[in-house]
């Protein structure tokens, strides 16, 4: 069991979480976080899954420079959300489904961890609702310009787009870290981490990098670091 009252991780941890709780709205509309991120320049404005995108630009825009952080460190392509003295990502998930939660790139996760102690994730849930009449995808097709080339080939297909999300409303908030390689290896042995998307690829036909997830159930109580309930 890790002492997390004496782990100077573990207490950056905390503070960021409590910090993010603290400021998070209650409820996101996704046509205010989009055309936030538009406006102040994120280049994942047209994303669709926008849940995923939007946290961090708020973070970045709202809390960095009061909680004195930077970008994280880049491997290949994949770049860490957040580093103060440690380095954190941020992520979002919708409850409802799954508790399986998408997180990165597993080399890039094994290389962070190496390169500067660790690696630790800060997740936010909550539910979110959708958009059942289709007003908010024609509200976003046209302030893209248009569908886009992924969205026509699906169409094409014959086959049905998924639905989009319309708000999120954040609840649950947990920071949880893998202090060394062998953390990480524990975590997929106990079975609440486990590795997806290989043999899978992108819209333009590449293939994907080998990610984990994370069963936000069954997280290991080592592991956490924090969790608040809103």
């Not at 979110?128 to 289709?134: I, Q």
């Not at 046209?142 to 999120?168: H, P």
Request: proline content about 3%.
């Amino acid at each position: 069991m890790m002492n997390h009252e004496s782990d100077p991780a573990d207490s950056e941890g905390k503070l960021l979480l409590e910090a993010i709780a603290a400021e998070l709205p209650s409820t996101i509309d996704a046509r205010m976080a989009i055309d936030s991120m538009r406006l102040g320049g994120s280049r994942n404005w047209k994303q669709m899954e926008w849940i995923g995108f939007y946290p961090e630009f708020w973070f970045e825009n709202r809390l960095s420079i009061s909680l004195d952080t930077s970008h994280g460190p880049r491997f290949g392509n994949m770049t860490f959300d957040i580093k103060r003295r440690y380095v954190w990502d941020l992520k979002a998930h919708s409850t409802g489904g799954s508790s399986w939660a998408p997180l990165n790139d597993i080399e890039a996760i094994r290389a962070c961890i190496d390169r500067f102690d660790g690696v630790g994730f800060l997740v936010i849930s909550g539910s979110c609702t959708y958009d059942d009449d289709g007003s908010f995808k024609a509200w976003h097709d046209e302030l893209k310009g248009g569908q886009s080339d992924y969205s026509r080939r699906i169409a094409d297909r014959g086959a049905r787009s998924r639905r989009r999300k319309t708000s999120f409303s954040p609840n649950h908030l947990i920071a949880f870290r893998f202090s060394t390689k062998d953390h990480l290896d524990r975590a997929m042995t106990e079975g609440w981490v486990r590795g997806f998307q290989e043999g899978m690829r992108n819209s333009n036909d590449t293939e994907r990098r080998k990610k984990v997830m994370v069963d936000l159930m069954r997280i290991g109580k080592w592991s956490i670091v924090t969790e608040i309930h809103r």
